[in-house]
């Protein structure tokens, strides 16, 4: 591991560099849901938007080809927002329909 | 993969890990866990976090609390590299309802019997310890502090690196097809065959979590526990402002800061039918919105990044079985946690360890098996979100 990986910022949301991901990958942590559970890889505001293109280069290059990577699960919703903004939406649809 | 072992365990949650490890430092190391997706992949991975203290029943205080003790010390038990995140915040528990409140009082009684340092608070007073709670209709509270929050993906990743370092084996992507018996199978249990080939085994343990009824079924046995999808939604992280888990049953609601900073709150759902769906909805962000945003107002303005949702494992009185089946040799379970499974984990592992291998009971289990329900002796448990 070079000197230079500890400065790359992979997942720039939860601050990890790519010496923490190919730490990672090396402890056997070989698809993207467990590298997020186990690291908060892509668990931040940008839901691995940045990263997750990244981490996946570097799975192929420990030996699973992307063909054989499992996709990891998307989740809701796509842009961060508000409970106060839910929550306000949420009431004038109840009110709309009154 | 191994072709036999003593004891395969079915589910890689974090009590198949923590039976897993709880056998082999007992010096049974023989064991193999079988995982279907990866590890905590179910609801371990996907519950609320909170380990609380503050039930209503003997045994589930008696489970928690001593399971309390054992996160106290896990990272040094378990020489975990990383850290479990335990926070101890508390859990402060509202009351809206004459009901309710009498509920609680019974409670307190209980658990203050069990040594317990919990109290009940006025409504002045439990926005003393969570000053942004919207006091609004509450009678009364009730507060401990030595509830809070512990990471369950590092729990289940401590005890299956402590298990593996005593010789456990765990398959992960591996799906259990069958449980072989003695004779016509009404005997004694033989095997396991799996995706990935057959194990020959004396001892299987059911801790499928949502999935339990089904494992059931491989031996023939009809079990009562149903699963239900729970959905949660958590926030971008803030600086630290909330303490403890506030909770409260009259809503169906609970919302913890975890130590990272984010929110992570849920609800309950009378309207959920059983199934097997964790697919999340619209409407739970919604009716989580507005309802979270009343009672703790200041997270209006804080984002929402994820939501998914889980299974409770349900019993008819929301409390687990554990323990061997006598109709069954050799097949023991840990299933039906009814929403609760990740804070008992620690003492779920300890429990099925000793029920295995014949050793005295930390605390009796006898009444936690699955001949209660034909008994009609139903353990029910008040305080379920």
Redesign the interface.
Known sequence: MSEIDKEIIVCRCEDLTLADVRMLISKGYRTLDELRRIGRLGMGPCQGKTCRALVQRELQAAGTPLKHQLPGTYRPPTRPITLGSVAAGSREEESERA | MRNSAEVVIIGGGVNGVAIAYELAKRGCADVVVIERD????GAT?RCGAGVRQQWGTEMNLRMSIASVKKFETMNEDLAYA?DIEFKQGGYLLLAYTDAGWDQFKKNVSLQQSFGLAVRSCTPAEAKQIVPHLNTEGLLGATFNQTDGHCNP??VT?AYAQAARRLGVEIYTHTEVVGIRREGSGRGGIVGVDTTKGSIATPVVVNAAGGWSKPVAGMVGLDIPTYSERHQILV??PIAPMQGPMVMSFHHHLYCQQTP?GSFIMGLGDSSEQSGYSSR?T?QF??????K???LLPP??????????AGLYNMTPDRTPILGPVPAVPGYFMAVGFSGHGFMLAPMTGVLLAESILGQPATIPIEKMDLGRFARGEFFIEPSVV
Not at chain 2, 38 to 41: C, K, R, V
């Open positions: 990866y590890l905590g992949s991975g990383g993906f590092h990743d926030t971008e990272h999340s619209w962000v919604e009716e989580m919105a507005e979270i945003t009343w997270l209006k303005g804080v984002r929402i990044v994820r939501q998914w």
